[in-house]
C-alpha cells in the first residue's frame, strides 16, 4: 500500500500545480478551474484513504521491496468466473447511455435493469448450491 499511498499523494501537487497554471492561462474560468481542484481533493482523499488503510493491515508482499514473486502466490480474492450478471450491468449501462440519447423513458428501463443486475450478482453466492 506505501507505493499506492505515495503515487497518489504526488499526483496532488501536480494537480494544484496544474490548477493553477489553467487558472491563470483562461483569466480564472470558474468550471475547469473548479475540476482542476476537485480532481485534486478527490486524488488527496484516496491518498490519505490508503495511508490509513496501509497501516491497519498487515504488510503485502508487494510493499517488500526484496519480496520474491512466489510470496504472493495462492488466492488473491473470491470471483464468479462464470458469471453473467456483470453482462447485465453492461448491457443496462449501453441502454442508459443510449437513453441520454433518446429519450428519458429508455435511462428508466436502463435503470430498471442495472438494478436487477447488481442485486444479482451481488447476491449470486446467497442462493442455489452456494448458498450459507
Not at 83 to 91: D, R
Not at 111 to 126: R, T, Y
Request: proline letters at 5%.
Amino acid at each position: 500500500m506505501k507505493v499506492e499511498t505515495r503515487l497518489f499523494m504526488l499526483f496532488v501537487p501536480f494537480f494544484l500545480l496544474c490548477t493553477v497554471v489553467y487558472a491563470l492561462w483562461s483569466d480564472w474560468e470558474p468550471v475547469g478551474t473548479a475540476a482542476l481542484l476537485l480532481l485534486a481533493g478527490l486524488t488527496a482523499m484516496i491518498g490519505v484513504y490508503l495511508n490509513l488503510l496501509s497501516r491497519r493491515i498487515d504488510a503485502r508482499p508487494e510493499d517488500d521491496p526484496s519480496g520474491e514473486i512466489e510470496a504472493g502466490a495462492g488466492d488473491q480474492g473470491v470471483f464468479s468466473p462464470w458469471s453473467w450478471w456483470p453482462l447485465v450491468i453492461g448491457a443496462a449501462a449501453g441502454i442508459v447511455f443510449l437513453g441520454m440519447a433518446v429519450s428519458w423513458w429508455l435511462m428508466a428501463v436502463g435503470f430498471v435493469a442495472g438494478i436487477i443486475g447488481l442485486i444479482g450478482w451481488v447476491f449470486e453466492f446467497s442462493r442455489g448450491q452456494h448458498a450459507h
